[in-house]
């Protein structure tokens, strides 16, 4: 059975003010990058969405936290697909409708 993994190559976010190095939480032995996310993360992030739908964000991300991996996909990817979605749609509709 051929794989059902789609592969979308996205931008980083920009990177934030601040430190971008890794930040061990005090409470917790467990490593957490802060900063700007990378391609690879964001690829992670939406392969979790289409997999799991927007849920079990604690396991979305190996090395983000469940918040982190949640306001990434709320605040930026969805965005991000719903304006190219809309675009491609408004593409769709100009170049059909010019050869009518």
Same mark, same amino acid.
């Given at each position: 059975? =051929?794989?059902? #993994?789609?592969?979308? &190559?996205?931008?980083?976010?920009? +990177? =934030?003010?601040?430190? @971008? /190095? =890794?930040? *061990? *939480? +005090? #409470?917790?032995? *467990?490593?957490?990058? @802060? !900063?700007?996310?990378?391609?690879?993360?964001?690829?992670?992030?939406?392969?979790?969405? @289409? $997999?799991?739908?927007? %849920? #079990?964000?604690?396991? /979305?991300? =190996?090395?983000?936290? /469940?918040?982190?991996?949640?306001?990434?996909?709320?605040?930026?990817?969805? $965005?991000?697909? %719903?304006?190219? @979605? &809309? #675009?491609?749609?408004?593409?769709?509709?100009? &170049?059909? !409708? /010019?050869?009518?």
């Amino acid at each position: 059975m =051929p794989s059902s #993994d789609i592969h979308v &190559k996205l931008p980083a976010s920009p +990177p =934030p003010q601040g430190s @971008i /190095a =890794p930040h *061990t *939480t +005090p #409470d917790a032995a *467990t490593e957490h990058r @802060i !900063g700007a996310w990378t391609g690879e993360e964001l690829n992670v992030l939406f392969q979790h969405v @289409i $997999h799991h739908g927007k %849920t #079990d964000w604690e396991h /979305a991300v =190996p090395g983000r936290t /469940a918040n982190q991996s949640r306001q990434q996909w709320k605040n930026s990817l969805e $965005h991000q697909i %719903t304006q190219f @979605i &809309k #675009d491609h749609k408004h593409d769709a509709h100009h &170049k059909h !409708g /010019a050869q009518q």
